[in-house]
């Protein structure tokens, strides 16, 4: 792909997997969960549910409006539309929170290359969460063997990357999509269906029932401004906003493709993601009586216990592992490609040198968040060690600052008359919320995320 002639997706079923390939991933199956987990359950998933639909939605349609529009990467898209003004700053920042989010992330599918290597072999057979946990905490501990598994997820990701839009995002997420959302579907039912776990005194320890209600009834009793942020910041990393992802993407769409219709459909897959994926954790997690605020070890400590209860346990445990790492795939390139798309067009290199760049000062990044669990555990900053800190500051910090600068330009330095046209494919599509998006994206977005942000730094509140 050179700078004149940009990549194309190349038809519409390909634009909506490619957008629902970079939003569904890790964030969906293995930081939702423990993020629901440590906050209380039901409560933060209403609070994610209203940020998707309020603040998310809202932002995810000005991102595809910026991209397609200007049809260039996150930072010169808006030199275009503002050429005096600073606002590509928004743009690299998203490009840093980029550098930032691939960085840990990275690592996570690193465990997730690992899983599928333990998958293979068998490694989970007979073993209780106990043991699973402690697997878990042992591997994370190891100073090897994670990071190998990082590196070699990172040039995966290059070489999809370097393949380009059409060849290679477009056509892994067409296929492998549909596919995770079945294997979901099942083991939710599996789950879900474990009932009433008695040990061999005959005392039930355990009810998969008691995981619906934590997902399900909200105890608002629970909810304090971190828990707030964190569904914010959840909701932003989850629908991969805030940074240039969606601008990107959108820069690759076709001018007849309905913006509004794409992003709904993003949402709504990805919204549905996390929840089944909550459905197919937590009764797990009360059936087993493991702690739901474990944290990040969560999904790899529960999951291959309830495969073991399944009927060719061996083979499902194996497809969701593999899945998984595709689905963290197809969320990685797309994070790739924003430094990718502004390296190779803004500095003029050609692709492939600036996909190798990129991908080595990620990867040096991520060594130091793989590290952190290990021989660096104890460099701490804020109370946090590198892992923790690279993702509270993209996904809390970074990602709404972002959104909330992007929910500002698209409402108020975007010509509203050049908005319509763009979203409404000039005149030809009828939109029916123009005006209730044109409100939220120039009052209520701004400042419902400038709310939660005062409060968090203690500015407002007690
Ligand atoms: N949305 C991705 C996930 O849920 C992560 C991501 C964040 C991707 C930001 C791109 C940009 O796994």
Not at 35 to 49: D, I, K, S, T
Not at 84 to 104: C, H, N, Q, R
Not at 200 to 216: I, R, T
């Amino acid at each position: 792909m050179k700078s004149t002639t940009r990549d194309n997706f190349s038809s519409k079923f390909g634009v909506i997997a490619a957008a629902a390939g970079s939003a569904v991933g890790l964030g969906n199956i293995w930081k939702f969960p423990y993020e629901a987990g440590q906050n209380g359950g039901g409560a933060f998933l209403v609070l994610y549910f209203f940020f998707i639909i309020t603040i998310g939605l809202p932002i995810m349609i000005s991102e595809f409006v910026i991209g397609r529009k200007t049809n260039a990467n996150a930072v010169r898209a808006f030199k275009k539309i503002t050429p005096d003004k600073p606002w590509y700053l928004t743009g690299i920042m998203g490009v840093a929170a980029s550098f930032m989010i691939l960085s840990f992330y990275g690592v996570v599918a690193g465990w997730t290359l690992e899983y599928v290597y333990l998958a293979i072999t068998n490694a989970f057979k007979g073993q209780d969460p106990a043991a699973l946990s402690e697997g878990f905490n042992n591997f994370i501990s190891d100073p090897v063997r994670p990071l190998v598994w990082q590196v070699l997820f990172m040039v995966l990701t290059a070489i999809v990357v370097i393949g380009g839009i059409k060849n290679g995002i477009e056509k892994l997420t067409k296929i492998l999509m549909p596919v995770l959302l079945l294997i979901i579907i099942v083991m939710g039912v599996r789950s879900v269906t474990l009932g009433a776990n008695i040990n061999a005194a005959g005392e039930v320890v355990g009810h998969s029932f008691d995981g619906l209600k934590f997902l399900f009834k909200p105890d608002f009793s629970k909810v304090d401004i971190d828990v707030v942020l964190d569904a914010l910041g959840q909701a932003f990393f989850s629908l991969s906003l805030g940074m240039g992802t969606i601008i990107t993407y959108g820069s690759y769409i076709r001018k007849n493709n309905n913006l509004n219709k794409t992003a709904v459909e993003v949402a709504f897959l990805d919204t549905l993601i996390a929840v089944l994926a909550g459905v197919a954790i937590f009764p797990a997690v009360f059936y087993f009586n493991v702690a739901p605020t474990e944290g990040p070890g969560l999904v790899f400590t529960v999951l291959p216990g309830i495969f073991q209860k399944m009927i060719g346990g061996y083979i499902w445990t194996l497809a969701f592992f593999i899945l998984l790492t595709v689905a963290a795939l197809t969320s990685s390139i797309s994070l790739l490609e924003v430094g990718v798309a502004y390296f190779a067009e803004e500095l003029k290199i050609n692709r492939v040198k600036a996909t190798i760049v990129v991908t080595a000062i990620i990867t040096v990044l991520g060594i130091a968040c793989s590290l952190s669990n290990n021989i660096l555990k104890d460099v701490k900053l804020f109370g946090r060690n590198i892992f923790d800190n690279m993702e509270f500051l993209s996904s809390n910090v970074m990602l709404p600052l972002g959104g909330m600068l992007i929910a500002i330009f698209a409402g108020w330095y975007i010509n509203k008359t050049d908005l319509y046209n763009e979203l409404s494919n000039g005149n030809v599509l009828k939109l029916r919320f123009f005006k209730m998006f044109y409100f939220i994206i120039r009052f209520i977005a701004p400042v419902a995320i400038a709310i939660v942000f005062l409060y968090s730094v203690g500015l407002l509140g007690e």
